[in-house]
Structure formats: structure tokens, C-alpha cells
């Protein structure tokens, strides 16, 4: 499995556009799938947005228009640019990456960075 590692978490002022990255252990070129997830207190962690291998991006409806997923295979990471960034956006973001192998899916977690918007 893949290890992950976010960074670029903090206490951001509403309407701030902080990027969080991901920076994995190995060649992220082979994973299928990376993705952004959040958590808020009290809440069900939530899908934020995806990105395929092969550059193709979906987003949550809370999210679209203002946060952009990307990955650099050259430098193993995956970012978040987040915009517009609203008090309800505040969670512990996770990395996630799933690698596809016949009759499985291998999964990997990051530990996870905190968001915190102030209004």
C-alpha cells in the first residue's frame, strides 16, 4: 500500500485559498483513482473530489466552482486548491488512493490535515 502524507492545512480566514497536497511513498503514475476526502466533527467523512490516472476530475456539488483536484506524477502529489473557502469547509481533509488490481481494490489513507475556516 501506499503511504500518503497531507500538508497545507490551518486556520484560513473565510473566503481564503489555501492548497493542501499529498505527497505519496511510491510513483502515484499506476494508482487509478486519488481522491479528497473530509471529514467535519460530529460528521460522516464525505467525498470531495477525484482524479483519475488519466486526469479525469469529479467533485461534490458543495465544492464544484471553488476547489480544484490535480496530481503531479513527476513529483508524486496530489493537491487540493481550495477557493472561496466558506466556515462549513472546515474538516480534517484526507488523501486517499486506490490501486485496482484483479478481483481487488488496494486502499490507502493519509492521516488526515485540519481546515479550519474562521468567519
Known amino acids: 500500500q501506499v503511504h500518503l502524507v497531507e500538508s497545507g492545512g490551518g486556520l484560513v480566514q473565510a473566503g481564503g485559498s489555501p492548497r493542501l497536497s499529498c505527497t505519496a511513498s511510491?510513483?502515484?503514475?499506476?494508482?487509478?483513482?486519488m481522491a479528497w476526502y473530509r471529514q467535519a466533527p460530529g460528521k460522516q467523512r464525505e467525498l470531495v473530489a477525484t482524479i483519475t490516472s488519466g486526469g479525469s476530475t469529479n467533485y461534490a456539488e458543495y465544492v464544484k466552482g471553488r476547489f480544484t483536484i490535480s496530481r503531479d506524477n513527476t513529483n508524486n502529489t496530489l493537491y487540493l486548491q481550495m477557493n472561496s473557502l466558506k466556515p462549513e469547509d472546515t474538516a480534517v481533509y484526507y488523501c486517499y488512493a486506490a490501486i485496482r488490481i484483479p478481483g481487488r481494490t488496494l486502499s490507502s489513507w493519509g492521516q488526515g490535515t485540519q481546515v479550519t475556516v474562521s468567519s
Open positions: 511510491e510513483n502515484i503514475f499506476s494508482i487509478n483513482v
